[in-house]
């Protein structure tokens, strides 16, 4: 099994990040664990994933101060994401709204990915 992984899902090349990925927890946890009765699991959970995978992929601090990823598009992705594994695309259903929603996130994220590649290439970001 072990040799079946690619080589950056081995445990030696995700050690880079594990510095990153406590700092990220350590900052949500502050921000939404603190000093609160209630706290959201999936809220939190949400946030951490969008930050980490903002941070390793795309080279973004803090992906909330985009407006795109704070947009209800974002929000009715996730409440649908259940609905997903539903092969059904019917017009007013979750599945049609979440894969509407997958579909204009991937457009921005798609063209986050074309803006860091030619600053890559420009040399004005870091690898």
């Not at 603190?34 to 946030?47: H, I, M, N, Q, S």
């Not at 951490?48 to 973004?60: P, Q």
Request: charged share 25%.
């Amino acid at each position: 099994m072990h040799k079946m992984l690619p080589a950056f899902l081995k445990p030696e090349p995700l050690q880079k990040y594990i510095p990153t990925m406590d700092s990220i927890a350590k900052k949500l946890l502050k921000e939404h664990w603190d000093d609160k009765k209630e706290v959201l699991a999936f809220t939190l959970a949400k946030a951490y994933t969008i930050s980490i995978a903002c941070k390793v992929f795309m080279s973004i601090e803090d992906p909330f101060q985009l407006p795109k990823f704070v947009d209800p598009i974002l929000s009715l992705f996730w409440q649908n994401l259940v609905s997903l594994c539903i092969p059904i695309d019917l017009h007013r259903t979750a599945m049609n709204k979440a894969g509407k929603a997958s579909n204009i996130i991937s457009k921005d994220i798609l063209e986050i990915i074309r803006r860091r590649k030619l600053d890559l290439a420009e040399n004005k970001g870091v690898a």
